[in-house]
């Protein structure tokens, strides 16, 4: 929903495309992404960021058609352009950390190792998480215990 409003100010007042540091790739869904990626080459062309700007694209469906663009309006909130741009962006670390996380080799190696289904629980230590000792696959419940 951040991310309509986002959008939906944009569009509702153009000014807000060149003060965001916020970038299309930073954008969680994909019609997002594209819809801001539009956005940037209209203002660089020179043109409105507007409805009928939008209607005279040949793949208009591919950004949700007029209707879904209508949606996106309707949650503008440029009062609270800067809490919403701030969410975005926390939203953007976190997702980015969670697959820098996961991309660690111990990390690849006990998912590895839940996949195995070991009977009970299997053990891994590593000194290389400074804020874990110990973490424990357990077979039963197929989740993960992190303990301090």
Known sequence: MAE??????????EYLLTDTVIQPEQLESARHKEIMRKMVEFKRAGKNLDLITFSTLSDLESVGGMS??????????IEKFDGTEKLILKSWKVSGMRK????????????????????QFV??????????????????????????
């Open 100 to 119: 820098d996380f996961e991309s660690f080799p111990a990390i690849k190696a006990m998912k590895k190792a839940n996949d195995c289904h070991y009977p």
């Open 4 to 13: 309509k409003a986002f959008l939906g100010s944009l569009m509702k007042a």
């Open 68 to 77: 879904y663009l209508s949606e996106l309006l309707s949650y503008a909130d």
């Open 123 to 148: 053990e891994f230590s590593s000194t290389r998480f400074g804020w874990c000792q110990s973490l424990f696959f357990m077979r039963k419940t197929d989740r993960m215990v992190f303990i301090k």
